[in-house]
């Protein structure tokens, strides 16, 4: 398999801009997080789904933020409008089962100017 | 509820031990622990369930106790590659992982 998928690896936007990150889990795991990372607030989950439907999204900073699974095989994290305060490393991983090991992506780095 | 680690960066020689610890102030259900080098993703090392179980492959082991609600990583004769950003995350009984404040590790030559 070829792991977790993430495009796009970079992204530079000015701010207001529509932002649309892209994942693709492993085939055949259930779970799938969205994770942001930046020096200030470390690693920090912001939504995970299993079996394509949102369990928790009380990570999410604010309505600006929204993520979809429309099946198995794909999820988007989109934010409009971008701000420059929404830098940062988009990590998404996913996971088979509900304990063990997460698999992350190799994450997007967006830079909002 | 992000579990604190400590210390918060240290340097080693090739060769020395290094001890990370992870607190909680909430009962846990179980500790997870990555390693992130720069500019790459986290990547697992090895989960810990309830039940004060100690884990390890190679010089890399682990502990947890569960009354102090703390989990404990041994790096036994560190080695250049284990240079990097150690994290903890704890599980308070379902699949949601919140990372700790991490550690920074430096090996030197």
């Known amino acids: 398999d070829a792991g977790v998928i993430q495009s796009p690896r970079h992204e530079v936007t000015e701010m207001g801009q529509e932002v649309t990150l892209r994942c693709k889990p492993i085939s055949g795991h259930d779970y799938l997080f969205w994770y942001r990372q930046t020096m200030m607030r470390g690693l920090e989950l912001l939504i995970y789904?299993?079996?394509?439907?949102?369990?928790?999204d009380s990570g999410m900073p604010e309505d600006r933020f929204s993520a979809k699974m429309p099946n198995a095989s794909f999820s988007t994290l989109k934010i409009q409008p971008s701000e420059p305060r929404d830098s940062a490393v988009y990590f998404c991983a996913s996971l088979a089962g509900r304990q063990g090991e997460q698999f992350f992506g190799p994450g997007t780095r967006l830079t909002v100017l | 509820q992000q579990p604190v680690q400590s210390p918060q960066a240290v340097i080693l020689r090739e060769g020395e031990d290094a001890v990370i610890n992870c607190s909680s102030s909430?009962?846990?259900?179980?500790v997870h622990w990555y390693r992130q080098k720069h500019g790459e993703a986290p990547v697992f090392l090895m989960i810990l369930l309830k039940g004060g179980e100690q884990k390890g492959h190679d010089k890399i082991s682990a502990s947890f106790n569960e009354k102090k609600q703390q989990s404990s990583l041994y790096l036994t004769a560190s080695q250049l590659s284990y240079s990097g950003t150690y994290f903890c995350g704890t599980t308070f009984g379902n699949e949601k992982l919140t990372f700790g404040t991490g550690t920074r590790l430096t090996i030197i030559p």
């Open positions: 909430k009962a846990l259900y179980s």
């Open positions: 789904f299993n079996n394509n439907v949102p369990i928790d």
